[in-house]
Nanobody
Framework: QVQVVESGGGLVQPGGSLRLSCAAS????????MAWYRQAPGKQRELVAG???????NYGDSVKGRFTISRGNAKNTVFLQMNSLKPEDTAIYYC???????????WGQGTQVTVSS
């Protein structure tokens, strides 16, 4: 079993910054992709940013130029640097890890990000 744990959420004013952290641990074979998703009240979960084991990244259109995903020095960790935050970025942010030759997807419990003055 793989455990995924997020941290770093909180309340921030519009225009501010936050950094989210995610760590995967447990019976990991080989994580192929780690990604951040978010879900706002009444909306579907959407991709925020992802990074592959080779370092390739992709971003949702609404966060391009403002958010940056990166890998940590510790194995199976990723960060999401969020700058120029907007009220519409308010959501629960979930970390996802895809592991194995036959991919299995693991989710964290989520961390709340609230952007409000």
């Amino acid at each position: 079993q793989v455990q995924v744990v997020e941290s770093g959420g909180g309340l921030v004013q519009p225009g501010g910054s936050l950094r989210l952290s995610c760590a995967a641990s447990g019976s990991i074979f080989s994580i192929n992709v780690m990604a951040w998703y978010r879900q706002a009240p009444g909306k579907q979960r959407e991709l925020v940013a992802g990074i592959t084991s080779t370092g390739r990244t992709n971003y949702g259109d609404s966060v391009k130029g403002r958010f940056t995903i990166s890998r940590g020095n510790a194995k199976n960790t990723v960060f999401l640097q969020m700058n120029s935050l907007k009220p519409e970025d308010t959501a629960i942010y979930y970390c996802n890890a895809v592991d194995g030759i036959v991919p299995h997807s693991y989710w964290g419990q989520g961390t709340q990000v609230t952007v409000s003055s």
